[in-house]
C-alpha cells in the first residue's frame, strides 16, 4: 500500500524532468570536455611596444554531435583585440577549426601585463545542450631597454665610469652632460657656420629661416638626450611610458611654432617678391592665407600632437564635429561676419588708408579690414568705428580716392538780371585757376557754365577738379571767399529771393477809405 501511494508522485517528477531537457538548455562548464580544444600554442607571451601578438586553439570534432560555435575574450578590448573566426559550425564537413585571438600593443599601454578570457560556447544542433569552456591569454610586455642597454652611453658605449658610477645612475649623468654639449656644439655650429653661408646668398629667407629653427633646435636637443638619459635609470615601464607621452606632445608643440614662423616668413618672402604689402598679394592674399594658415596649422597640430601622445582623439573629432554644427547655428552672425571680410578682401572694394563715404552720410577712413569687423576713423569727428563686415558689405560703398585722388566739385553761383554775362564767366574762370589746388592739367580744365534762368537771377556752375580728395572742402570755401570778394570789388550783384506784396483796397468801408485819403 506505501509503494503503490508514492508512484503517482515519481511519474509526475519524471515526466516533468523529462519534459524541462527538451525545453531548457543544459549548460555545461565541462572539465571532461577539454578533448574538443586543443591546447596546441603558448599562452603566456613576452611581446614589444607596437607588436602584434596572435593566440591559436585548435577545435576539434570528438563525436558524432554536431556543434555551432561561439567564441567571446574580454580582456585585450583597449589593445585592439580580434578574434577570427569568432562563430562557425563542427560537423562532418568541417571537422575542425582553428581559432585565432589577435592583439597589437599600443604605443602607450596603461600596465605591462594583460591576461584575457577567452569563452568558447559548443550548441548542439541536435538538442539544447550548450558547453561552455573558457582558456586564459597572457601577455607580458618588455621593458624599452635591455639590462645592457641601461648601462650605455649615448647607446653605442659601454659605460667607462669608475665605481661606483659604473651603474645606469653614472650613465645617466654622462648622458646628459654630453646631450648638453652636443646641444650647444649644434647651436654654435648653426650660428657660426650655417648663418655665415646664408649670409653670402642673395635671398634674407635663409638667414631668417636659419634664425627660427635655431633656438628650438637647441630645446629639441637637449630634451631629446635628457628623455634617453632618464631612460637608463630602473623606472617601470609605465613611467617611461609616461614620459614618452610628454615629450613627444611637446616635441609636437615645438614643431607646430616652427612651422608657423616659417610659414609666416615665407608669406612674408612672397609679399615682398610680389610687390610688397601695397601689391595685391600682399593687400589681398597675405591677410587671408596667413589667418586661415595659422588656423590650420594650430589644429591639425595639436591633433596629431594629442594622437601621437597616446590620446584617442576619434571620439574627440567626432564631438568637435557635433560641436562645429551647434556652434555655426549659434553664431551665425559672426560666421556672415567671418565671410563678408573674406569678400571684402578679395573683392577690393577699398584698401586700408581709403576714404569712403557710406549710405550714413560721413566720410570715413579705412584703418583695418578685420575678419569680423572692419575700423573705420571718422575724419570729421575724430571717431573711431567697429563696424561688423556684413554690415559694410551689404551697403552702398563709394570709395572716393578711386580710381585716383582727384575728385571733381561744382560751385553754383547767381547774378541779377542785367548783370554783363561774359565779365561774370571770366572772372569765375580766373578764380579757379589762380587757386592752387585745382588742376589746370588739359582734360581736367576748370569749366563754367550758365545753366538756368532762375526766379531771382542767372545761375552758373563752376566745374573744378582738385588735386586731392581731402583737400576738397578747403578748396570750395577759397573759391566761394574769393567769388565774393570778386563780385563786390566790380559790383557784380548776387540777388536773393524777394517777394512783393499787393494790398486789394476795392472792398474797404468807405470811412476807412476817407481816413487813408486823409493820411
Known amino acids: 500500500m506505501r509503494k503503490q501511494s508514492y508512484n503517482p508522485f515519481i511519474k509526475i517528477i519524471f515526466t516533468i524532468s523529462i519534459i524541462g531537457i ?7 562548464c565541462a572539465d571532461n570536455f577539454n578533448s574538443l580544444i586543443g591546447d596546441d600554442d603558448i599562452y603566456e607571451k613576452n611581446v614589444s611596444i607596437e607588436k602584434p601578438v596572435c593566440f591559436n586553439w585548435t577545435i576539434y570534432k570528438n563525436s558524432a554531435t554536431n556543434y555551432v560555435v561561439t567564441v567571446t575574450a574580454k580582456g585585450f578590448e583597449s589593445w585592439d583585440q580580434k578574434i577570427s573566426p569568432n562563430y562557425f559550425f563542427l560537423d562532418d564537413s568541417n571537422p575542425r577549426e582553428i581559432v585565432g585571438l589577435k592583439a597589437t600593443i599600443p604605443q602607450y599601454p596603461e600596465m605591462t601585463e ?34 645592457e642597454e641601461e648601462n650605455t652611453i649615448l647607446g653605442l658605449f659601454k659605460n667607462p665610469l669608475p665605481e661606483p658610477l659604473d651603474t645606469p645612475l653614472g650613465a645617466f649623468i654622462l648622458n646628459v652632460i654630453l646631450w648638453i654639449f652636443i646641444a650647444f656644439a649644434s647651436y654654435y655650429f648653426i650660428k657660426i657656420i650655417l648663418i655665415g653661408l646664408a649670409k653670402k646668398t642673395k635671398t634674407l629667407f635663409d638667414d631668417r629661416l636659419i634664425q627660427i629653427v635655431r633656438r628650438p633646435f637647441l630645446f629639441i636637443i637637449i630634451l631629446y638626450g635628457a628623455i634617453q638619459s632618464v631612460f637608463k635609470l630602473h623606472f617601470t615601464i609605465g613611467f617611461q611610458f609616461h614620459i614618452l607621452q610628454v615629450s613627444i606632445f611637446v616635441f609636437f608643440i615645438l614643431g607646430i611654432y616652427i612651422t608657423y614662423r616659417v610659414y609666416n616668413e615665407t608669406l612674408e618672402a612672397w609679399t615682398m617678391k610680389k610687390g610688397g604689402e601695397t601689391s595685391m598679394f600682399g593687400a589681398v592674399l597675405k591677410p587671408i592665407l596667413k589667418k586661415i594658415g595659422i588656423s590650420i596649422i594650430i589644429v591639425v597640430g595639436f591633433i596629431f600632437a594629442l594622437n601621437a601622445s597616446g590620446v584617442e582623439v576619434t571620439a574627440l573629432l567626432a564631438g568637435a564635429g557635433i560641436m562645429g554644427l551647434v556652434i555655426a547655428f549659434a553664431a551665425q552672425d559672426t560666421l556672415s561676419n567671418f565671410f563678408s571680410g573674406i569678400h571684402l578682401l578679395l573683392d577690393r572694394p577699398f584698401k586700408i588708408g581709403d576714404v ?18 572692419t575700423r573705420l576713423y571718422s575724419i570729421f569727428n575724430h571717431e573711431l568705428i567697429i563696424m561688423p563686415n556684413n554690415a559694410v558689405a551689404n551697403q552702398k560703398i563709394i570709395n572716393i580716392v578711386k580710381p585716383d585722388a582727384k575728385i571733381r566739385k561744382k560751385v553754383k553761383v547767381s547774378v541779377a538780371y542785367g548783370t554783363d554775362l561774359k565779365k561774370v564767366s571770366k572772372i569765375l574762370i580766373e578764380i579757379a585757376k589762380n587757386h592752387p589746388n585745382v588742376i589746370k592739367e588739359k582734360g581736367f580744365e576748370p569749366l563754367v557754365r550758365l545753366v538756368d534762368f532762375g526766379e531771382s537771377g542767372i545761375e552758373f556752375i563752376v566745374s573744378l577738379w582738385i588735386d586731392e ?8 570755401s577759397d573759391v566761394r571767399m574769393e567769388i ?13 529771393p524777394q517777394r512783393t506784396v499787393w494790398l486789394n483796397q476795392i472792398n474797404q468801408p468807405t470811412s476807412s477809405k476817407k481816413k487813408n485819403e486823409k493820411n
Open 114 to 147: 594583460r591576461t584575457a578570457i577567452v569563452t568558447f560556447n559548443f550548441r548542439s544542433l541536435n538538442s539544447n545542450e550548450t558547453i561552455t569552456i573558457t582558456k586564459n591569454a597572457t601577455i607580458i610586455i618588455d621593458s624599452l631597454l635591455s639590462e
Open 469 to 476: 580728395v581731402m583737400n576738397q572742402w578747403g578748396v570750395l
Open 356 to 373: 569712403i563715404y557710406l549710405e550714413e552720410g560721413k566720410y570715413w577712413r579705412v584703418v583695418d579690414v578685420g575678419m569680423r569687423s
Open 484 to 496: 565774393d570778394a570778386h563780385f563786390k570789388k566790380e559790383h557784380i550783384t548776387i540777388p536773393f
Open 22 to 28: 527538451f525545453i531548457f538548455p543544459t549548460t555545461i
